[in-house]
């Protein structure tokens, strides 16, 4: 309604607008058309004087003054609402044949006025019959005024055609505002009706369903609304189902290590013996919690712009230094393998973390003196990092998520929460990478980091 008011309102004052603005031009054109007409019959009695003869004798008509206006009556018909009106000596002399509205001839004012002028006189004047245009011409014999033409129209009657029009175009733009008011009502409502549509859908659509979907039907904007905001609740569906797995998967890790405190400290002994390996064991467990805190913040603290510190990183060095750190993690064959020779803008501390942890993760699923082998190459404006182990390798039904929170794959040495390998693709997507495992079961696995060599680090003030 407030669309259709508005459209009513816009119209309804470029109707008037238009009306008045045509009237005025045509009133306007009106009044130079009379003053034109006027001259022009000033101009062919003057021509008359100054070329004419006399049709009786054939000879100019000289100072026969009366005889010129006699003949100019004769010959000129007056057109509609037109009159002429001649004065000699003052007086008022003959009139034009026609039948004016109103007799100009009988009204003294006028006689008075006109008889006894002294040069050209223009103007308008009010009559019972409306207003009158006229232009009084003295016919001159040296400096002698002798004769005065007077050429008159009723300017009012004229008007009353232009009047017809403007009303005739006032009632089309009346019409025009009713059938275009009535069109704009029922476009407003089918334009609207989608919207409506979306936003009844969206009322219904809360946190606890996110399943539904807007019926998607054209191309055209209220489309593309539609499909915008299907993409948003895919998103937002996405997120909370990762966000309860989150809360379960970590209720469920926490939940342990509490438990097994709480035993511990519930059945506490007296003997010195049994109390250090209760108090062992829950600091074991409390030590274990807090590394899983820790993780959980690293991951929160990943999507913030100050996750990252970027600088140069020389490809070769980060690889030989990850190499000297592994090898005091554990009693494995660690094997440098191809490395690259480049640069690459990167956070150096991280990426030193995402392949220790890598490393790590190598360790856990092989056996002493297994082979681990580490080597970078930079290919295509790319920078790839990889870990290679000869352990028992992924299953392929959880090669998909070993990079999920709290995911474990195969048997572990190590008492991690499977928040490790979720670390390391945080870090690989925060460099704008990614991060992959390749494996064949009984054949170990290489898991791959690649990041951009070359990147714009992220302004923390857009973020």
Request: proline share 5%.
């Amino acid at each position: 309604m407030r669309i259709l008011a508005s459209f009513i309102l816009l119209m309804s004052i470029a109707t008037m607008v238009s009306v008045i603005v045509v009237r005025q031009l045509l009133l306007a054109s009106l009044d130079d058309r009379i003053d034109d007409d006027l001259v022009q019959e000033t101009r062919e009695l003057t021509r008359l004087i100054e070329l004419g003869v006399d049709p009786e004798t054939g000879e100019p008509f000289g100072s026969n003054v009366r005889r010129v206006l006699d003949v100019f009556l004769e010959r000129n018909v007056p057109a509609r609402n037109e009159f002429f009106l001649t004065f000699v000596e003052g007086e008022l002399y003959r009139a034009s044949r026609n039948e004016p509205p109103y007799d100009l001839s009988t009204d003294p004012v006028l006689l008075d006025r006109w008889g006894s002028i002294g040069g050209t006189d223009a103007g308008a004047i009010q009559t019972p019959d409306g207003l009158v245009r006229y232009l009084a011409v003295p016919i001159e014999d040296g400096d002698e005024i002798r004769a005065v033409f007077v050429a008159a129209v009723f300017r009012d009657l004229e008007a009353d055609v232009i009047g017809q029009a403007v009303r005739a175009a006032a009632l089309v733009g009346v019409a025009a505002l009713l059938i275009g008011s009535t069109l704009a009502f029922f476009l407003a409502r089918r334009i609207l009706r989608p919207v409506q549509e979306v936003e009844a859908a969206a009322r219904t659509i809360s946190e606890s369903d996110l399943s539904r979907r807007l019926d998607v039907r054209g191309d055209d904007e209220i489309a593309h609304l539609a499909g915008t905001f299907n993409d948003l609740l895919e998103r937002l569906e996405r997120a909370f189902v990762a966000q309860r797995a989150f809360v379960d998967d970590a209720g469920h890790e926490l939940r342990t290590p509490i438990t097994i405190v709480r035993g511990q400290l519930e059945t506490l002994s007296e003997d010195p013996a049994e109390r250090s390996r209760a108090i062992a064991i829950a600091t074991s467990e409390l030590d274990r919690m807090s590394r899983m805190v820790d993780d959980l913040l690293l991951l929160a603290k990943a999507r913030q712009p100050e996750f990252l510190v970027y600088d140069l990183v020389d490809v070769a060095a980060l690889t030989a230094e990850v190499h000297e750190k592994a090898a005091a993690l554990a009693d494995r064959r660690f094997v440098v393998g191809p490395t690259a020779a480049g640069t690459l803008v990167g956070d150096r501390q991280r990426l030193t973390q995402a392949l220790i942890q890598l490393v790590q993760n190598a360790v856990d699923h092989t056996t002493t003196r297994g082979k681990i082998e580490l080597g970078s190459s930079i290919e295509d404006g790319r920078a790839r990092f990889w870990v290679h182990d000869d352990g028992p390798g992924v299953p392929p039904e959880v090669a998909h998520r070993v990079f999920d929170r709290f995911a474990r794959a195969g048997a572990r040495r190590s008492g991690g929460a499977g928040l490790g390998l979720a670390i390391v693709r945080a870090i690989a997507e925060g460099h704008g990478g990614r991060v992959w495992v390749e494996s064949e079961p009984g054949e170990g696995a290489t898991f791959t980091i690649e990041i951009p060599v070359d990147q714009t680090p992220p302004d923390p003030d857009v973020a």
